[in-house]
């Protein structure tokens, strides 16, 4: 079976993956900011044992990631498993992850318990059908904060309501080139939603969109609401690429960007991740035949901490950098 990060669905040359990440709380226990560390402990045995009475026992691990080399900790991150910010803390950190690694979830971050589910390409049910079965399993088993008026209570007020959000991770190379990322982003705005990068300095191309209402509406709501501006985000970034086919001068750039990928004996992150958003591209445009699931896979497991987890070796950052052009070349020979 395909990883959530290597599936493809209908609309893969832009939705790489979706999310659902819902948030709840203890009725009965403060939020985490005002937590020692004796209720860190008990938040995450808690909400382990719910687990481990459930039919899901056999699917999840407890973590303490206090307790796992910094490379293994920070590969989750990098992996987007969990939040940087939750690794890099000196409370307690302690997460529940599924045998393959599609649904984690990270416990007395902002709020007790933060499930994130993930799917392939634009298939948001199957992530929120997977975190809605896990959420049902705290709610029978905790007492979870919730209000008639106001819904799931958060640490946040702005994830009150359903503490719900739903997120697809976008390929927009083709709206980004032609500089219609803001205008993209500030009409999203205007119903709900946001754009952001995923990666510091947009590299790559890759974007995050994310609905921002919780609050007096309903789950089912929200879910279709992310669905369609979606697929109107998919259907701008499809016209823009028509629009780069017409360029001679932005194929014969892809094509060398291949040749760089296929020669390179070292890339840093920035390179790799901006290379491989061009050959990517040149997949949807037809002009290559590897995988949507190949450069997955590549983008999921090449950042430098997963690559020193992986290797088991205190790599230095130009040791990464080397292997990464390593495994790039063999991956695309």
Known sequence: ????????????????????????????????????DEQYRSVAKRAFACIKNSPLAKEFDMLNLNELSKAKALSYADKRLVDEDFVRSQSPSYMLLSQNEDVSVMLSNEDHIEITAYSCGDDLSQAYNK?????????????????EKYGFLTASPVNLGTGMRASFLLHLPALAQGKLINKLSGMVAKLGFSLRPMYDGALGDIYVLTN???????????????????????????????????????????????????????????????????????IAMGYFDYSY????????????ATLVDSSKSDLSKEMCESLRAQIVREKLG
């Open 212 to 282: 921002q209402v919780t609050l007096g509406i309903t789950e089912k709501a929200s879910f279709d609401n992310a669905t369609a501006v979606c697929s109107q985000v998919v259907a701008q970034e499809r016209r823009a690429r028509e629009v780069l086919m017409q360029s001679n001068d932005f194929e014969d750039k892809i094509y060398r960007t291949l040749g760089i990928l296929k020669l390179a004996r070292r890339l840093n992150v920035d390179e790799f991740l901006n290379s491989i958003s061009l050959v990517r591209l040149g």
């Open 293 to 304: 699931s190949l450069i997955g896979e590549m983008i999921h497991n090449l950042f430098d």
């Open 131 to 147: 975190a809605n079965d896990i959420d049902d399993i705290f709610i029978s088993g905790l007492k979870i904060a919730f209000s």
């Open 1 to 36: 079976m395909d990883k959530w990060y290597e599936g493809k669905t209908s609309n893969s040359d832009v939705v790489m993956y979706s999310t659902v990440r819902l948030m709840r709380n203890l009725a009965d226990t403060v939020f985490p900011s005002r937590m020692n």
